[in-house]
């Protein structure tokens, strides 16, 4: 497995688990299990999910010892705010199974971001987290969370994949030293990702398939990446991307792909933000 350095100094599996979506709790258990015993060792889930106790279950029942592990969930932003984000962290600890998270993440950049950090900065220094960040924050509202807040996030996590890049948005976080990590590396499945033409051919030349050429593009960008799916045979296609390299003849072909949009939501509409309020 190959590691990032987050600018904490604690390391974090370049390639990970994702679970969202995976409401079927007996199938999310089963696909976190065959992910932890294909080689997995990151998990990436969240309170948003529903899926906590499950994907706890399941490294329960792996035996893998913990410090092996680095385990990712999400503050939702109903729980936000010093109190609610202070709860809401236990709850899922509790959920989880476990006495520590190695990653703990702002959802959405909403609501009472601050007060939701405060807590998260103080069971941070309490070594109840091993490192604090944050998912779709915009370059500037990153920018004014680093500036007034004491602990700087390691990561933003943002919907990145060969239609939505985030060329320039890479290069601020590389420029801040904050880790880029990409959620719905294949769009979720539902851009036609699997069905590009460029990314079949380059697919059929390293004798690999779209989806690994896909996983190893973003991990050659240095982005951490978590892949989901619930069948076994692609947890193992996705997590075997580390015995072929992309050329920069590849590299540059994939970024003629990028629409630089997103491919679900624009989290800068006010409709998006009201929206996002009335989910649980
Ligand atoms: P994804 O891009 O990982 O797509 C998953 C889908 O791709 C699967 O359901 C399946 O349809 C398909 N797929 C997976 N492997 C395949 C393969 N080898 N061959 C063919 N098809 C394959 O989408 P995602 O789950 O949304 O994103 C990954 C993870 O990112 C999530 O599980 C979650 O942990 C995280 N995420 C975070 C946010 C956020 O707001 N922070 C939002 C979405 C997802």
């Not at 390391?11 to 089963?30: A, H, N, S, W």
């Not at 092996?68 to 999400?74: P, S, V």
């Given at each position: 497995m190959q590691y990032v350095t987050l600018n904490n100094g604690v390391?974090?599996?370049?390639?990970?688990?994702?679970?969202?979506?995976?409401?079927?709790?007996?199938?999310?258990?089963?696909s976190v299990r065959d992910a932890l015993e294909i080689g997995y060792r990151s998990i990436d889930t969240a309170a948003a999910y529903h899926n906590e106790e499950a994907v706890g279950k399941a490294i329960k029942e792996s035996g893998i010892p913990r410090e092996?592990?680095?385990?990712?969930?999400?503050l939702w932003l109903q729980d936000a705010g010093y109190e609610k984000a202070k709860k809401a962290f236990e709850t899922s600890l509790r959920k989880l199974g476990l006495d520590y998270l190695d990653l703990y993440l702002i959802?959405?950049?909403?609501?009472?971001?601050?007060?939701?950090?405060?807590?998260?900065?103080?069971?941070?220094?309490?070594?109840?987290?091993?490192?604090i960040g944050v998912s779709n924050f915009r370059a500037d509202r990153?920018?004014?969370f680093m500036l007034y807040n004491e602990v700087k996030p390691v990561i933003n996590q943002i919907e990145t994949h060969p239609f939505f890049q985030q060329i320039e948005n890479n290069k601020f976080l590389r420029d801040n030293n904050v880790q880029h990590e990409s959620w719905a590396p294949f769009g979720q499945g539902k851009l036609n990702v699997f069905d590009n033409k460029l990314l079949i051919d380059i697919a059929k030349k390293h004798n690999k398939t779209v989806a690994q050429i896909v996983l190893r593009w973003l991990i050659q960008r240095d982005i951490v990446v978590i892949p989901k799916s619930v069948h076994k045979e692609?947890?193992?296609?996705?997590?075997?991307?580390?015995?072929?390299?992309?050329s920069n003849q590849d590299m540059e072909a994939i970024k003629?792909?990028?629409?630089?949009?997103?491919?679900?939501?624009?989290?800068t509409d006010p409709e998006v933000v009201k929206w996002f309020s009335e989910l649980t």
């Open positions: 390391k974090m599996p370049i390639l990970g688990f994702g679970v969202y979506q995976m409401t079927d709790l007996q199938e999310c258990e089963r092996e592990l680095f385990i990712t969930t999400k959802h959405q950049p909403f609501n009472d971001v601050y007060g939701s950090w405060r807590a998260m900065e103080e069971l941070y220094k309490e070594g109840k987290i091993r490192a990153l920018m004014d692609r947890i193992a296609e996705n997590f075997n991307v580390f015995d072929f390299e992309l003629t792909l990028d629409t630089n949009a997103s491919g679900f939501l624009n989290h």
